[in-house]
């Protein structure tokens, strides 16, 4: 297990971003506009950005050191709160108002629990026309009724406890809607979906978990929050008890979702968990799962050479963008280092470090939430999710593919094709029906059918209409699947046996036609299995073809689609398959981790006929076998790369 960084380190590190953020601030200090391509907002919400999450850092930083020897720190920000509140303060240090534009209230949240964090050192030296200035301000969250029913139901309670706390004015009616809008996301497993939807990702953890932490202890919460705080609590727990789970050895953090560019705010909920002293997981296992992710990026480049953070994972990649995203949105990664706010006395600082459950052992669950199978591999340290639950929508819907959500896998190695391609035409982790012009079907919308551990063995799986989407042009991406004209392509029904790093996947469809298995997207330092296996009968009682299976390596892409290269493939990096008359091929794309190659399977089927593949993401470039039958009474028998066999019933449809 690597050593963990000390709290010293941490304070150097945030020291070190504060230090270089606010050298591209405005003369006021109420705008920092850090380098990079104007967002999709303009300059300004960039620059109120820059500030509001920065202000997240300097105040953890000062909270944790009890203001002791950062009076410059506190009064820095202090200018800046006093320039850009200031109604007479020129466009380049006036703060966009929360009635002028939808972002502002995300920040102003951010404000208003530092100020309320930092009360006797900020707020309570301001003189009493900027704390006015700052209630007028924060003053349009009350009866705003347009904060959308998703985590900003937090943006709209944190301002208006603050306002409570200092005599402005605030609605206990809307204060009581947030919180109920809140319990509505609640799911089973301490997990909350990010809205109505089901929308699983990094939010459940930096947001969704972590206000009602940092909410409860405000001043102007706690009639409130006395009669939530232990269920609240209890959630985070349930939930950290998965979320551990899912960083890998080397800390990376399950690459799914939107807002990935803000890179180590995923380990913001373990220190919730600290600051909430949940029972179930250790102070030092807590520590140590939120060092692990702050420093794989700080060691590979986040922030970058002159302290800063830019738009990318590792390093720059502006197409990890949202519509939403400026240069200074990557600053949400502030709430990843809320570890600072806590004295050095703190056990979380004092405990000894307890390994991760990947740095242990193997690791196999089921969450049936998010609908995932969580399948961490100790031999190589990468966690793998197999998806049959999270779309970013609902059951029923007919939008195209996100593929940051609704892919069948996702990984701590490995990152979704995000070019245009990637979201009008799914390959990736995906099974689609493939129609005459080379149009692939998405599934979004299906519905689950499984998930769970049978024996050693991971089950899950999902049956839905797939249809061809035709996506409206110049839509706005906040992460979902894009709208359009929606074409029935015929039902799919997947399932996914997982063992090990190892899943087994099983499909069929309700009509003649192609279908296409698409295998992890593989940068060259990791292998890409795919490779199909014979099955027995299907269960209508006819023969799935036997074709003559000889495994091949592609190393050119047989590729017709637009908007994908063709590129020469190390023949050791992605394994395919020729099939009878089928076609295997591997497609070529640019990825934030570098040159990425995706191996796609065709079968011509017919309806009920089941095929199956064998997908396996691996450091080891030798080839794996394994064999797939399925009986009639939907049991499948499997022998794995290992040479364990094992029998695992499928549950009907």
């Known amino acids: 297990m690597p050593e963990n960084h000390s709290r010293d380190d941490w304070l150097a590190l945030a020291d070190r971003m504060l230090t270089a953020a606010r050298r591209h601030a405005s003369p006021g200090h109420a705008l920092i506009n850090v380098p990079g391509t104007e967002g999709g907002f303009g300059r300004s919400v960039d620059g109120l950005e820059g500030f509001a999450r920065t202000f997240l850092l300097a105040g953890f930083r000062i909270a944790g050191e009890r203001g002791r020897g950062l009076d410059e720190l506190a009064e820095w920000y202090a200018a800046g709160l006093a320039a850009g509140t200031d109604?007479?303060?020129?466009?380049?240090?006036?703060?966009?108002?929360?009635?002028?534009?939808?972002?502002a209230k995300v920040e102003a949240a951010s404000i208003a629990l530092i100020l309320d964090l930092t009360r006797p050192w900020i707020w309570d030296r301001l003189t009493p026309q900027v704390q006015e200035q700052v209630v007028d301000y924060l003053s349009p969250a009350v009866g705003d009724d347009t904060y959308p029913q998703i985590n900003w139901v937090w943006f709209r309670l944190v301002v208006q406890t603050f306002l409570r706390s200092v005599g402005g004015p605030w609605s206990g009616t809307e204060?009581?809607?947030?919180?109920?809008?809140?319990?509505?996301?609640?799911?089973?497993?301490?997990?909350?979906?990010?809205?109505?939807?089901?929308?699983?990702?990094?939010?459940?953890?930096?947001?969704?978990?972590?206000?009602?932490?940092?909410?409860?202890?405000?001043?102007g919460a706690s009639d409130l929050a006395d009669s939530r705080r232990d269920r609240d609590i209890a959630d985070l727990d349930r939930y950290l008890r998965d979320a551990i789970t899912l960083v890998g050895a080397d800390g990376s953090p399950l690459i799914q979702g939107r807002s990935l560019t803000y890179r180590f705010a995923a380990a913001a909920p373990f220190w919730a968990g600290a600051l909430a002293g949940v029972p179930s997981t250790s102070p030092g296992a807590l520590r140590h799962a939120a060092d692990r992710i702050v420093h794989h990026f700080a060691d590979h480049g986040a922030p970058d050479a002159d302290g800063l953070l830019s738009i990318g994972w590792h390093g720059r990649w502006p197409r990890i963008a949202q519509s939403y995203s400026g240069p200074g949105s990557p600053y949400w990664a502030s709430k990843g280092m809320l570890g600072v706010a806590l004295p050095a006395g703190h056990p979380v600082w004092t405990a000894p470090a307890e390994p991760l459950p990947i740095e242990t052992g193997d690791v196999l669950r089921a969450v049936r939430a998010p609908g995932w199978l969580i399948s961490g591999s100790k031999a190589d340290g990468i966690v793998r999710v197999i998806n049959h639950g999270t779309d970013h929508d609902v059951e029923g819907a007919t939008t195209g593919d996100s593929p940051l959500y609704a892919r069948i896998g996702y990984s701590t190695a490995t990152f979704p094709i995000l070019d245009e391609s990637g979201w009008t035409e799914p390959l990736d982790q995906s099974v689609v029906l493939v129609d005459d012009s080379g149009r692939r079907s998405h599934r979004t919308g299906f519905r689950t059918l499984d998930v769970r551990i049978d024996g050693e063995v991971g089950v899950a799986g999902s049956t839905g209409v797939a249809h061809w989407n035709t996506p409206i042009p110049d839509q706005r991406d906040h992460?979902?699947?894009?709208?359009?004209?929606?074409?029935?392509?015929?039902?799919?029904?997947?399932?996914?046996?997982?063992?090990?790093?190892?899943?087994?996947?099983?499909?069929?469809?309700?009509?003649?036609?192609?279908?296409?298995?698409?295998g992890w997207p593989v940068?060259?330092?990791?292998?890409?299995?795919?490779?199909?296996?014979?099955?027995?009968?299907?269960?209508?009682?006819?023969?799935?073809?036997?074709?003559?299976?000889?495994?091949?390596?592609?190393?050119?892409?047989?590729?017709s689609e637009t908007n994908v290269r063709e590129a020469n493939v190390r023949e050791t990096n992605v394994r395919a398959t020729n099939v009878g008359g089928a076609n295997g091929g591997v497609e070529a794309h640019?990825?934030?981790?570098?040159?990425?190659?995706?191996?796609?399977?065709?079968?011509?089927?017919?309806?009920?006929?089941?095929?199956?593949?064998?997908?396996?993401?691996?450091?080891?470039?030798?080839?794996?076998?394994?064999?797939?039958?399925?009986?009639?009474?939907?049991?499948?028998?499997?022998?794995?790369?290992?040479?364990?066999?094992?029998?695992?019933?499928?549950?009907k449809e």
Do not use: C
């Open 87 to 103: 109604p007479k303060a020129p466009d380049e240090e006036r703060w966009t108002r929360l009635d002028e534009h939808g972002q």
């Open 175 to 219: 204060m009581v809607d947030d919180l109920r809008a809140h319990d509505s996301f609640r799911r089973s497993g301490g997990w909350l979906a990010d809205g109505p939807s089901r929308a699983y990702d990094h939010y459940t953890g930096w947001a969704l978990h972590l206000y009602p932490i940092l909410w409860a202890r405000m001043a």
């Open 479 to 518: 992460g979902s699947g894009r709208l359009g004209q929606s074409v029935e392509a015929g039902e799919i029904t997947v399932f996914s046996l997982v063992r090990g790093p190892w899943e087994i996947r099983l499909a069929h469809t309700d009509r003649a036609g192609t279908l296409r298995m698409g």
């Open 523 to 559: 940068t060259a330092d990791l292998h890409s299995h795919l490779i199909p296996l014979i099955s027995a009968p299907n269960v209508s009682g006819t023969n799935v073809s036997r074709p003559n299976v000889r495994e091949t390596n592609v190393r050119v892409a047989n590729v």
């Open 590 to 651: 640019d990825g934030p981790l570098g040159a990425t190659t995706v191996p796609w399977l065709d079968w011509p089927v017919g309806p009920g006929e089941w095929v199956a593949a064998l997908v396996g993401l691996s450091r080891d470039p030798a080839p794996p076998t394994a064999t797939a039958e399925i009986d009639h009474g939907w049991e499948v028998r499997a022998t794995w790369p290992d040479g364990v066999t094992t029998r695992t019933p499928l549950t």
